[in-house]
């Protein structure tokens, strides 16, 4: 079994940073894409920032030049660097994997999440 664990959430300032981890655990064969989605109350779950196996990422326009996600392919973990946090970065954030399980088929992987709380 696969499962995916985040931690770094907390309370911040605005204009403070955090750092989120993601490790994957399990018997993992490969992992492909791999990435951060966040959920604020009220609102859909949407996309933060994706990374390839191969290091191509991809933004949503509304953290560009603010986040940065990276990953260590011998870890199996993925980072989201959150610098300039803002009130409406608050939200729960989900680390999300496309994971290749030995004996199994490629599984989409959801954390249980990790709060970020920006304070104004």
């Known amino acids: 079994q696969v499962q995916l664990v985040e931690s770094g959430g907390g309370l911040v300032q605005a204009g403070g940073s955090l750092r989120l981890s993601c490790a994957a655990s399990g018997s993992i064969f490969k992992i492909n894409t791999m990435g951060w989605y966040r959920q604020a109350p009220g609102k859909q779950r949407e996309l933060v920032a994706r990374?390839?196996?191969?290091?191509?990422?991809n933004y949503a326009d509304s953290v560009k030049g603010r986040f940065t996600i990276s990953r260590d392919n011998a870890k199996n973990t993925v980072y989201l660097q959150m610098n300039s946090l803002r009130p409406e970065d608050t939200a729960d954030y989900y680390c999300?994997?496309?994971?290749?399980?030995?004996?199994?088929?490629?599984?989409?992987?959801w954390g249980r999440g990790t709060q970020v709380t920006v304070s104004s």
């Open positions: 990374i390839t196996s191969d290091g191509t990422t």
């Open positions: 999300n994997a496309d994971v290749h399980p030995y004996g199994s088929g490629w599984r989409d992987v």
